[in-house]
């Protein structure tokens, strides 16, 4: 991708993942590349820093005899992630109408 990706772009996309099911890391990496280009080492800090912020919670649970961190979306990270759609919206009008419009105010 030719566009940068900044950390509030990357945190949206993140929340929106872990909001439909609880997940693991290398799902939400998976998940999140077919938006972006993302590596898993570029995604756990991604994931501290949100669970920093209390907007993902954690657990563990067993699979195949080892224990797999799964993540899990609070309600401060559902407020955050409606605020990201929202300006994500107001964004995307206005890059469209100068982008693919030619247009502007």
């Known amino acids: 991708m030719v566009f940068p990706v900044g950390a509030a772009l990357l945190d949206a996309l993140v929340l929106s993942v872990v909001e439909g099911e609880d ?31 209390d907007y993902l919670a954690t657990y563990d649970k067993e699979y195949l005899g080892r224990n797999r961190r799964y993540y899990k979306v609070t309600p401060k990270g559902i407020q955050q992630l409606y605020l990201y759609r929202e300006e994500w919206l107001k964004y995307k009008r206005r890059v469209d109408k100068v982008l693919m419009e030619g247009e502007t105010e």
């Open 23 to 53: 997940t693991y890391g290398y799902k939400i990496t998976q998940q999140v590349r077919q938006a972006i280009e993302l590596s898993e080492s570029t995604l756990y800090p991604v994931l501290r820093r949100l669970q920093k912020d």
